[in-house]
């Protein structure tokens, strides 16, 4: 059976606060390491209330001190927004002191609205034009020193972080193909063009020191819970933040309601259908039907799960449910 993995938007809901959030999140990633997940992977967004893993690396080093074997990562670091030798000594550093343990998923986007973004990068001028010559930047400062070398990333250097593309579109999976990288696609919240992408990058991968074969991981909404009701209640908490987020009124997670039709209607009720239709929500059989069917369609080498739940305890519990599933899965397979 294939690996399933945790990627964790560190929620600040609704009458919440950071705090507890970041403390929900190393919480969240102890339970995943239990239960056999593979990885645990943070996001970088800005100017959103509602997520509380702005300074990624800063809760990736929290989440690694607090578990022993779990892999750890970002999922993605928006690199635009950043030199790439700052990425990798931060990321150095955390692979000096969690060894083999840290992963370093690189995005093109920029994480929030374009007005945040230049308050990040002070200019927008080529950043994401220069998104290819960044990365191959940024893993040769992973790299041995070449000879006559003069800029180092000290940490970093000789480290050994796996370096992943992330993507929603086409673009992300024909660089990852060329430069024989593992691609991530974030159809979680994206998954128009998965099944075009996965194609692409699987046709015109090129191995790699890192990499001998593709290896895609996909993106997916998962919220289980004892029956297909509470499931779909829990739900409502992700389909609210999205409608809000897409309406350009982004805020903490609300809590679920018994009837979001009223929240959703006209053009958001279509919108949301089309970003969150490769969503599993349902009981165990329900959420065992619909991860099935997913890796059927999709061949994909492993499923990163997000599960935006108000309550931490129900929260846990869908993850714990989805544990239970996997195991199904791996004993029919």
Known sequence: MIPFSVLDLSPVVEGGDVSQSLANTLDLARHAERLGYTRYWLAEHHNMPGIASAATAVVIGHVAAGTRTIRVGAGGIMLPNHAPLVIAEQFGTLAALHPGRIDLGLGRAPGTDMLTARALRRTLAGDVDNFPQDVVELMNYFA?????????????????????????????????????????????????????????????????????????????NVTAAETDDEARYLFTSTQQAFANIRTGRPGKLPPPVRDVEPLLEGPVKLMLAQFLSAAVVGSPATVRQGIADFIARTGVDEIIVTSQVYEHAARV???ELLADVREDLARAA
């Open 144 to 220: 041995p020193a070449e000879p006559g070398q003069r800029v180092h990333a000290y940490p970093g250097e000789g480290q050994d972080v796996p370096v992943w593309i992330l993507g929603s579109s086409l673009y992300g999976a024909q660089l990852a193909a060329m430069l024989g990288l593992p691609y991530a696609f974030a159809s979680h919240f994206a998954p128009a063009e998965l099944d075009r992408a996965i194609a692409i990058y699987r046709e015109r991968f090129q191995p790699s020191a890192q990499l001998s074969r593709p290896y895609v991981m996909a993106g997916l």
């Open 317 to 319: 519990r869908s993850y």
